[in-house]
Nanobody, 115 residues
Framework: QVQLVESGGGLVQAGGSLRLSCAASRNIFSIRDMAWYRQALGKQRELVASIVSGGSTDYAESVKGRFTISRDNAKNTVYLQMNSLKPEDTDVYYC?????????WGQGTQVTVSS
């Protein structure tokens, strides 16, 4: 089992930056796939960025060049650095981990970008 706790959300002006953190309850070296998703009220959850244990990453087209996902295995933490934020990035952001065939989710952290 894996517990995930997100932090780092908040209110920022357009053009600003935030860094989200996702702390896992177990060694993430053993977790191959970790990712960040986001979801607005009434909409489907969408993949923002993913990273595998070897370090390969993938991004949604809408965030390429602005967001960077990374993982620190020593700290059991995955990060999402978000730069050049836009109002349309306003959402609840969720961390996920695929471990032993089970997809685990954090509780989410709100990101609000004002224009």
């Amino acid at each position: 089992q894996v517990q995930l706790v997100e932090s780092g959300g908040g209110l920022v002006q357009a053009g600003g930056s935030l860094r989200l953190s996702c702390a896992a309850s177990r060694n993430i070296f053993s977790i191959r796939d970790m990712a960040w998703y986001r979801q607005a009220l009434g909409k489907q959850r969408e993949l923002v960025a993913s990273i595998v244990s070897g370090g390969s990453t993938d991004y949604a087209e809408s965030v390429k060049g602005r967001f960077t996902i990374s993982r620190d295995n020593a700290k059991n933490t995955v990060y999402l650095q978000m730069n050049s934020l836009k109002p349309e990035d306003t959402d609840v952001y969720y961390c996920s981990a695929l471990y032993n065939g089970v997809l685990y989710w954090g509780q989410g952290t709100q990101v609000t970008v004002s224009s």
